[in-house]
T-cell receptor, first 107, second 112 residues
Framework: AQRVTQPEKLLSVFKGAPVELKCNYS??????LFWYVQYSRQRLQLLLR??SRESIKGFTADLNKGETSFHLKKPFAQEEDSAMYYC?????????FGSGTRLQVQP | EAQVTQNPRYLITVTGKKLTVTCSQN?????MSWYRQDPGLGLRQIYY???????DKGDVPEGYKVSRKEKRNFPLILESPSPNQTSLYFC???????????FGPGTRLTVT
């Protein structure tokens, strides 16, 4: 069975500091991974997906199959990045989400 | 506007009183899912549907039922709600394949 692990419940950084939100997965097939973001009082929305290899709002994530990781990174955090971040793995059934990491960017 | 809608957005009810949370999408998506979001546990899948009349259990299906009679609708039914079903519920839909999943605005349910 697939599993997604986000080991940090809360990550607090100062504005301008680098950010890395950790995500590890276990899956027997070839994984398709995503990061979703939930800003305060808003619905979840897609941030980025590994297959497109894009950078959204300055965030990037690289799939490392050897380490089974898909960490989310941003070189310089902004206050508006404060939100809940969920890593998710797509299987035939649906998306399996991690437990989420709350990112707090302090001024 | 392409969207997923849920009703009601907020509901307070008592133990044992049957309730239904509706979910509707206007994007002709095949896949629809229900999740519950709890502090420290993230999003857990309750049920999902791959198409009309095709539903299956997710990770936490106990105490819930669903139906998919039409492609656009995927209601969540709690036949006899209990306090441990107090949670924030999200409906979501997507096309087949690795397409973006669209979420509804959420339904905050409190069972006393």
């Amino acid at each position: 069975a697939q599993r997604v692990t986000q080991p940090e419940k809360l990550l607090s950084v100062f504005k301008g500091a680098p950010v890395e939100l950790k995500c590890n997965y276990s899956y027997s097939g070839s994984p398709e991974l995503f990061w979703y973001v939930q800003y305060s009082r808003q619905r979840l929305q897609l941030l980025l997906r590994h297959i497109s290899r894009e950078s959204i709002k300055g965030f990037t994530a690289d799939l490392n199959k050897g380490e089974t990781s898909f960490h989310l990174k941003k070189p310089f955090a902004q206050e508006e990045d404060s939100a809940m971040y969920y890593c998710a793995l797509l299987s035939r059934r649906a998306l399996t989400f991690g437990s989420g990491t709350r990112l707090q960017v302090q001024p | 506007e392409a969207q997923v809608t849920q009703n009601p957005r907020y509901l307070i009810t008592v133990t044992g009183k049957k309730l239904t949370v509706t979910c509707s999408q206007n994007m002709n998506h095949e896949y629809m899912s229900w999740y519950r979001q709890d502090p420290g546990l993230g999003l857990r899948q309750i049920y999902y549907s791959m198409n009309v009349e095709v539903t299956d259990k997710g990770d936490v299906p106990e105490g819930y039922k669903v139906s998919r009679k039409e492609k656009r609708n995927f209601p969540l039914i709690l036949e006899s709600p209990s306090p441990n079903q107090t949670s924030l519920y999200f409906c979501a839909s997507r096309l087949g394949g690795s397409h973006e999943q669209y979420f509804g605005p959420g339904t905050r349910l409190t069972v006393t």
